[in-house]
């Protein structure tokens, strides 16, 4: 059962999946990343006492750098707590936008690397047409789904542009959201690499955008949520998760979990194996390594991986996903040195797993039968229910984990979303 559900984590994403991964994607200046410290070490910050008046586009009588030359960062970075804004321009990636949005700024902004130090970062903030209401637009910071883990894969360079499906960031601004959406860290922002699939620094990177965002636009209000499917829906349970201890100042509202990304951390035993059962996850098992060698030093790819496997490894950091899903990969005999210690790597990955988190709000989480997630996540809802978590567990006959376009789940989530506002008490289906 676990290997047929491990068969639908190459297709995670906030979008349908793209045909082919853009040939242009640019080479990342590599960083290194000290290891992951135990527990939330970074200093929240304070609690505003009032609203912040709107920051300049850059320094005054400076003006934002333009292109991609917007996407390297200040060095040293400026001081500043975490969620500060750095710099901002309009957003104008053409097709990339979100839809219906009455002004859509690109901000790049200050949050906490897996050291512990600060760290550049770089997301969208669209606002909704009209005046804002009294308290300001409340805000769903959307986490987006696997795009691949290079620098030029971020969303707010335009990786997503084009892609179709039902577009719920586009019907949240049409009810009146602002929509924040960021790029992670080590996407977007060009000198660090992205550690895929850790909760942590997802989780940092999405609540000092929101923290950013309000500094942007005083008509922000406090109500918020966070949200997003599969890598997404991972990132936004961490949120979930951290947001008590590292922003207590956002009490977040609620959770939108579309087929998280799960069961991660069966991946090393099944490449382990090495032999053809382990063929269609190479591609997910290299950048999984990846994502954690960029969060702990202890994962080490040179010494896990053959040439072949190490040379597939090191082109994800500059092709998103045309060579990890699709491309040529090693065999599986031919992935694995003899020996590989595998263990660092398993122990990040279960410590980042979905089931290892406590979310501090109600959490819709919406599940595809037809997914091979399907039988994963179920177990990790009830983890969930047993921490005391509220859950409403929503399954969708015969969807896959795409879940068809986010229809009929994204109406049904929005109006969860709507009740969340009324003041409604979450429905809870943790009897299962």
């Not at 499906?165 to 602002?178: K, P, S, T, V, Y």
């Not at 969930?384 to 989530?413: E, M, V």
Request: contains cysteine; charged residues 15%.
């Amino acid at each position: 059962m676990i290997v047929a559900a491990l068969a639908a984590t190459g297709c995670s994403r906030a979008d349908p999946e793209p045909a082919a991964a853009r040939p242009d994607a640019g080479t990342p200046r590599a960083g290194t990343a000290a290891p992951v410290p135990p527990g939330d070490t970074a200093a929240p910050s304070p609690p505003p006492t009032s609203v912040p008046p709107a920051v300049p586009t850059a320094a005054p009588g400076t003006k934002a750098p333009e292109h991609d030359a917007f996407f390297d960062p200040p060095v040293p970075l400026p001081p500043g707590k975490p969620g500060e804004v750095i710099r901002r321009r309009p957003f104008d990636v053409p097709g990339a936008g979100t839809k219906g949005a009455a002004e859509e700024v690109l901000v790049m902004y200050t949050t906490t690397g897996t050291d512990g130090r600060p760290v550049a970062a770089t997301g969208t903030v669209a606002l909704p047409k009209g005046p804002a209401p009294a308290g300001g637009w409340p805000i769903v910071a959307w986490d987006h789904g696997t795009v691949g883990i290079g620098t030029m894969c971020a969303p707010s360079r335009g990786f997503l542009a084009g892609i179709g499906g039902f577009d719920i960031q586009a019907e949240l601004i049409r009810r009146g959201f602002a929509v924040v959406q960021p790029d992670y860290i080590g996407m977007g922002v060009t000198g660090v690499k992205h550690p895929y699939l850790q909760g942590k620094p997802a989780a940092y990177a999405t609540l000092d955008l929101v923290r950013a965002a309000r500094t942007i636009n005083p008509d922000l209000g406090q109500t918020w949520f966070v949200g997003g499917h599969s890598q997404g829906a991972h990132a936004a349970l961490w949120t979930a998760d951290h947001q008590p201890r590292y922003a207590p100042e956002l009490p977040l509202g609620g959770v939108l979990a579309f087929a998280p990304g799960t069961g991660f951390q069966f991946m090393p035993g099944l490449v382990e194996q090495r032999d053809a059962t382990a063929a269609p996850y190479i591609g997910i098992f290299l950048m999984l390594l990846d994502g954690a060698a960029a969060a702990d030093p202890s994962v080490k790819p040179d010494q896990l991986l053959t040439p072949a496997a190490l040379a597939v490894a090191d082109a994800a950091w500059i092709d998103c996903l045309s060579t990890v899903i699709g491309g040529d990969l090693p065999d599986p005999a031919n992935v694995l040195k003899p020996n590989a210690d595998l263990g660092p790597l398993t122990a990040s990955l279960e410590a980042n797993a979905t089931d290892q988190v406590t979310p501090a709000a109600p959490v819709f989480l919406a599940q595809g039968s037809a997914d091979p997630l399907a039988p994963l996540n179920l177990p990790m809802a009830q983890a969930l229910c047993a921490k005391g978590a509220s859950i409403d567990y929503r399954t969708y006959p015969d969807q896959d984990h795409g879940l068809n376009d986010f229809q009929p789940s994204g109406t049904d989530a929005l109006t969860w979303l709507q009740s969340r506002l009324d003041g409604k008490p979450p429905t809870h289906t943790c009897a299962f």
